[in-house]
């Protein structure tokens, strides 16, 4: 079976300092993977999406920038935090890019102080 | 651009009732899917039910039921038989390859 991990499970970093966040998925190949924000009490907002090794689409511009250096993981980064960064994290992948049934991860809840 | 409206910040039902929670999407695509993601305090996200847009009969599974609108560009679901673990927030969901998602329905049941 499929399972999606994300690490660390909570973070909190100060202002201007750098960013990791990693995903990995288990169980399936050549996934599509997505990187989620989500604010206190809102909605879920697409960063990034990726099709392939190496290819990546950003939705906000943002601090914020993605990487996939191998099929199954997924990594989020930033080298300078704000305090608009702060929320909940959350990586999902899906097979098919037509039957795009997301499944998510457990999360990551970034406080950047 | 793609959007998808839930006008319900909040809703509550007691426990055993019906509550039906609302979506309205907006989408060039012609062919699409449509999702309902629940997310309990764990913070989880989980698939509840889907839709495939070219198909006329509104999904059930179990006791959730939606009833899809397409020319309305309406989805809402349907929980029938409230349980107390229904307790969570409601995400509508629309795209092909991407997914917008609603700013979501916290739903409270009730005992």
């Known amino acids: 079976s499929q399972t999606i991990h994300q690490w660390p499970a909570t973070l909190v970093q100060p202002v201007g300092s750098p960013l990791s966040l990693e995903c990995t998925v288990e169980g399936t190949s050549n996934p599509n993977l997505y990187w989620y924000r989500q604010a206190a009490g809102r909605g879920l907002q697409l960063l990034f999406y990726s099709v392939g090794i190496g290819q990546i689409s950003s939705e906000v511009p943002q601090n914020l920038s993605a990487s996939r250096p191998q099929d199954r993981q997924f990594i989020l980064s930033s080298k300078k935090l704000l305090l608009s960064d702060s929320g909940f994290y959350l990586c999902a992948w899906s097979v098919l890019v037509w039957d795009n049934e997301q499944f998510f991860g457990p999360g990551t809840r970034l406080t950047v102080l | 651009a793609q959007t998808v409206t839930q006008s319900q910040p909040e809703m509550s039902v007691q426990e055993a009732e019906t509550v039906t929670l609302s979506c309205t999407y907006d989408t060039s695509e012609n062919n699409y899917y449509l999702f309902w993601y629940k997310q309990p305090p764990s913070r989880q996200m989980i698939l509840v039910i889907r839709?495939?847009?070219?198909?006329?009969q509104n999904a059930t599974e179990n006791r959730f039921s939606v009833n899809f609108q397409k020319a309305a560009k309406s989805f809402s679901l349907k929980i029938s038989d409230s349980q107390l673990g229904d307790t969570a927030m409601y995400f509508c969901?629309?795209?092909?390859?991407?997914?917008?998602f609603g700013t979501g329905t916290r739903l409270q049941v009730f005992p």
């Open positions: 839709q495939e847009a070219y198909k006329q």
């Open positions: 969901a629309s795209g092909t390859d991407k997914l917008i």
